[in-house]
């Protein structure tokens, strides 16, 4: 079975960075997508950026030119890039894989981000 385990968040001022990192294990690694989402105290479950199995990505507008999502599929890890932090990126960081097949969505255990000003 699929499982993901995130790491790499903490606390960092605004206009830091911080490298999130996903890995994949004990299943395949046969998945349309790859994604990471985020989730603040009263707000709703959203995405951050995307890569499907074909390479392409997408981001929320907010991270668009600040993120950036890679994977190495030889290391079945997915990673997040986050530059010029802010406040508002404060959030539970989840690493997301939607399963080919199926499509099922398998969910990491989420990493705390806190971005102080």
């Known amino acids: 079975q699929v499982q993901l385990a995130e790491s790499g968040g903490g606390l960092v001022q605004a206009g830091g960075s911080l490298r999130l990192t996903c890995v994949v294990s004990?299943?395949?690694?046969?998945?349309?997508?790859m994604g990471w989402y985020r989730q603040a105290p009263g707000k709703e479950r959203e995405l951050v950026a995307r890569i499907t199995s074909g390479g392409s990505t997408n981001y929320a507008d907010s991270m668009k030119g600040r993120f950036t999502i890679s994977s190495d599929n030889a290391k079945k890890t997915v990673y997040l890039q986050m530059n010029s932090l802010k406040p508002e990126d404060t959030a539970v960081y989840y690493c997301?894989?939607?399963?080919?097949?199926?499509?099922?969505?398998?969910w990491g255990q989420g990493t705390q981000v806190t971005v102080s000003s």
């Open positions: 997301a894989a939607q399963l080919n097949g199926s499509g099922r969505y398998v």
């Open positions: 004990r299943g395949t690694f046969s998945v349309s997508a």
